[in-house]
């Protein structure tokens, strides 16, 4: 299977980039998904975003589409 | 309750006041506008950005949840992306209820759970 990954503002910066596709599987975490396509982000203050909900990083992504990295908000 | 939500990346243009009852007593609005310090620096303005679909299931939510706890009319929800120069609104909530105190808490709650959840950006 395949999710789009996306990335905004802080991990948009240290990634180079705001969108990719990476193959998975249903067992997968946000965090060994991370762990394979971008080892060196730091992701201590980032949430993860599994189909528009936050989500821990440790929880298997199923049949989830898309993750989103979270840096903290600041909306307003 | 009737919800507007909008993100744009023109000026914010404040609607008309439209009022869906006689039985409203109370018109409650917000604006926040970017402000020319920040943390000591000196700023021309801030770029924003949102994760939009995320940003509007969530702030559907919020306003849900707000409802049910202190009942309004309409919330109108504007929120201003890419660059914001000094002085211009960011931001504007307007939230009409029969009482002032439900709006007044719901506006003042809602920003707080935005500031706290609600991915959207901004940036010097």
Same mark, same amino acid.
């Given at each position: 299977m395949q999710v789009n990954l996306l990335a905004?503002?802080?991990a948009r910066d240290q990634l180079g980039w705001s969108e990719r596709t990476v193959v998975c599987t249903p067992e997968?975490?946000?965090?060994s998904i991370l762990a394979r396509v971008a080892p060196d982000l730091r992701v201590k203050l980032m949430r993860v975003a599994v189909d528009q909900e936050y989500q821990s990083w440790d929880h298997p992504i199923g049949e989830a589409s898309e993750i989103a990295l979270i840096p903290p908000v600041s909306g307003g | 309750m009737e919800t507007h939500i909008t993100f744009t990346t023109a000026p914010i243009a404040i609607p008309a006041l439209a009022l869906p009852s006689r039985e409203i007593g109370a018109c409650v609005e917000f604006q926040g506008i970017v402000r020319e310090t920040e943390q000591d620096r000196? @700023?021309?303005g801030l770029q924003y950005e949102a994760y939009e679909p995320m940003a509007r299931r969530h702030l559907s939510r919020i306003f849900d949840e707000l409802a049910a706890l202190h009942p309004c009319a309409v919330v109108i929800f504007i929120h201003r992306l890419g660059w914001v120069p000094v002085g211009e609104a960011? @931001?504007?909530v307007r939230v009409i209820s029969a009482h002032r105190g439900e709006a007044l808490q719901f506006v003042a709650e809602a920003i707080d759970r935005m500031k706290a959840d609600v991915p959207i950006w901004k940036r010097a």
């Open positions: 905004f503002a802080q997968d975490t946000p965090r | 000196q @700023l021309a960011s @931001l504007f």
